[in-house]
């Protein structure tokens, strides 16, 4: 058992399993947090393989939605501190809406997605933050800041907000809440066989270093910020989408 734990939604594909194996190879323990349970016992068989750590990643599902099953979370925590809760859960929940009740159901369910989750599961694990020395990282996207997305934008976007509100509470405590945002990622589910070369072209030039972002990337700034190095970086945004929106 390793000497630091890790929560990490969405953790099953893409950003977030890249993440739960950036942490694990620093040592951390890992619980990776989805409601495909297929998908996330595959992925912990992976690392744990690779690793050469039986254990080191271990599986909760749960809908993070649902109030009644984040608890499942703590659970798995088994009362140990929680060093880091990555907020990864989340994606673009798009079609066009024609009437009223469609479009209040877009934005419920993308607010849902994006937001609750992270409420929820950090708001959960609050209390067994280790103190001093927590973290606690929300990955948002480059679309809450140059918009594109409709209410996905906006959700996003709430993710900001949110985390400057919490980093303020939390500081005392010497816990530190930060935001990565991403570009355009390729291998990742979220485009959900969406995109065409044109669009991947498109996306391409809009950079600055004239390639895609990779899953590695990401987890490479959570990792950094997850980190003992990180200590003096709070309520920050940090832009991972080479060159794609320049900072502010």
Sequence with gaps: MGERLAVVSGGGTG????TAEALAVDGFDVLVVGRREETLRATTARLSWDLARPGAVRAVVADLTDPQQVPRVVEAVEGR???AVV???GGYLGGE?????GIAEQWRANL???VLTAVLLTEALRPALRRPGGRVI???SIAAQRG???PYSAAKAALHGWAYDLAVRLGPEQITVNVVSPGYVADTEFFGGRMTPEGHARRVADTLVGRAGTPDDIAAAVRYLAGPSAG????QVLGVNGGSVLGR
Aim: proline share 0%.
């Design 15 to 18: 950003i977030g399993a890249a």
């Design 81 to 83: 501190a929680v060093d």
């Design 87 to 89: 907020n990864n859960a």
């Design 97 to 101: 809406a024609e009437t009223l009740v």
């Design 112 to 114: 849902e997605a994006n």
């Design 138 to 140: 929300l990955v948002s």
């Design 148 to 150: 594109g997305g409709g």
């Design 232 to 235: 003096y970086v709070t309520g």
